[in-house]
Nanobody
Framework: QVQLVESGGGLVQPGRSLRLSCTASGSIFTIYDMGWYRQAPGKQRELVAAITSGGSRNYADSVKDRFTISRDNAKNTVYLQMDSLKPEDTAVYYC?????????????WGQGTQVTVSS
């Protein structure tokens, strides 16, 4: 069993920054891709940013040049640095990892953390 614990969400004014963290623990043999998704009220969940085990990054057009995804493989942790936040970034943010536990390869989701951008 693998657990993901997210942190770093909260209420912030437009133009400010937040840093989200997501740490995996449990039966982990290897972690492949790691990513952040978000879901705003009344909208579908969407990919925000992803990073491969080799460090290649992919971003949604709406967050390019404002958000940065990174990972610390020694800590099984993925980060999302969010700068120049806008009200439209308000959503619940979820991390997702693709992992192998030594037997099976599968995706694991975090519980979500609320990010609210408002003055």
């Amino acid at each position: 069993q693998v657990q993901l614990v997210e942190s770093g969400g909260g209420l912030v004014q437009p133009g400010r920054s937040l840093r989200l963290s997501c740490t995996a623990s449990g039966s982990i043999f290897t972690i492949y891709d790691m990513g952040w998704y978000r879901q705003a009220p009344g909208k579908q969940r969407e990919l925000v940013a992803a990073i491969t085990s080799g460090g290649s990054r992919n971003y949604a057009d709406s967050v390019k040049d404002r958000f940065t995804i990174s990972r610390d493989n020694a800590k099984n942790t993925v980060y999302l640095q969010m700068d120049s936040l806008k009200p439209e970034d308000t959503a619940v943010y979820y991390c997702k990892i693709r992992l192998h536990d030594g037997t099976t390869e599968y995706d694991q989701w975090g519980q979500g953390t609320q990010v609210t951008v408002s003055s």
